[in-house]
C-alpha cells in the first residue's frame, strides 16, 4: 500500500505517527547542528519550511523515537533543550494592533509551555529577552530559538509601505533581542518568504548565515 503525501502537514511527529510520505533532511538538521548556531532559510510558502522547522524542533525536544530509521538516529545525543517556539503564520497583520496581539498571544503559549512568566508591563521584546534569560537559567540548558515565517508581518502589508515601515521597525526591535541574548542560545533557525537585509531588519544579527542557496543542493 502505497503512504499518503504529507500534504497541509507542518508536524514532524503527525508524518510520521501517521506513516506519511517523508524525505529525510535529518542528515541536513544534523550537519547544521554541528556546524554553526544561526541560520536563515528563504522559501516561498509551502515548500517545506514548517516541517523541516519542527524537525528541528522534535530532534531539539530530544524524542529520539520519532527519528527511528532516519539518517540522525544512531548519530545525534538526543538531549532536551528549552525551545522557544515564534511562528507568524497564522492570522492577518493589517495593523500595528495585530501585530502587537498575536506577539502577546505566542509569546503567552511559550511561557506557558515552559513553565515561566513574564511581568505585564514589559515591552514584546522585554518579555522575549526575559522568556529567553528564564529558560536558561530554570533548565540549566541552552535555549533554541525557531522562527517561521518571520516577513509576514512586512509581506501582509506589502502594498501600505507606512504600515510595513511600523512592522518592519517593531520586528527589528524584536529580533534584536536574540543578537543581545548570545550567551544563553544554542541554536537558531529563521525561515521566511523574502529574503533578509543585514542593513535592515536583522542588523543586530550579523553572524547569521543564509544557507538558502545551499539548501537547495541536498
Not at 29 to 40: D, M, Q, T
Not at 67 to 78: Q, R, S
Not at 182 to 201: A, C, M, N
Amino acid at each position: 500500500m502505497l503512504k499518503k503525501l504529507p500534504i497541509g502537514y507542518s508536524t514532524f511527529k503527525d508524518v510520521i505517527n501517521e506513516n506519511l510520505v517523508y524525505i529525510d533532511k535529518t542528515k541536513i538538521a544534523l550537519r547544521l547542528i554541528e556546524n554553526g548556531k544561526y541560520f536563515f532559510l528563504a522559501r516561498p510558502r509551502r515548500f517545506g519550511k514548517s516541517l523541516f522547522l519542527d524537525t528541528l524542533r522534535s530532534i531539539f525536544d530530544g524524542d529520539k523515537e520519532l527519528f527511528k530509521g532516519l539518517h540522525i538516529y544512531d548519530k545525534y545525543e538526543f538531549v532536551q533543550y528549552p525551545i522557544i517556539r515564534i511562528s507568524f503564520n497564522d492570522g492577518e497583520f493589517k495593523s500595528i494592533n495585530d501585530f502587537k496581539q498575536t506577539i502577546y498571544e505566542v509569546l503567552d503559549k511559550n511561557q506557558r509551555e515552559l513553565n515561566i512568566s513574564c511581568p505585564q508591563d514589559f515591552s514584546t521584546s522585554g518579555c522575549f529577552r526575559r522568556l529567553i534569560e528564564e529558560a536558561y537559567k530554570k533548565y540549566n540548558k541552552k535555549v533554541v530559538i525557531l522562527v517561521d515565517e518571520y516577513d509576514k508581518p512586512i509581506l501582509d502589508n506589502i502594498e501600505d509601505t507606512e504600515v510595513a515601515r511600523v512592522m518592519r521597525d517593531e520586528l527589528k526591535s524584536f529580533y534584536s533581542v536574540i543578537k543581545g541574548a548570545d550567551e544563553y542560545l544554542k541554536f537558531v533557525f529563521i525561515t521566511g518568504v523574502s529574503k533578509f537585509s543585514q542593513v535592515s531588519l536583522f542588523s543586530g544579527l550579523n553572524n547569521i548565515q543564509d544557507i538558502t542557496l545551499d539548501f537547495l543542493q541536498n
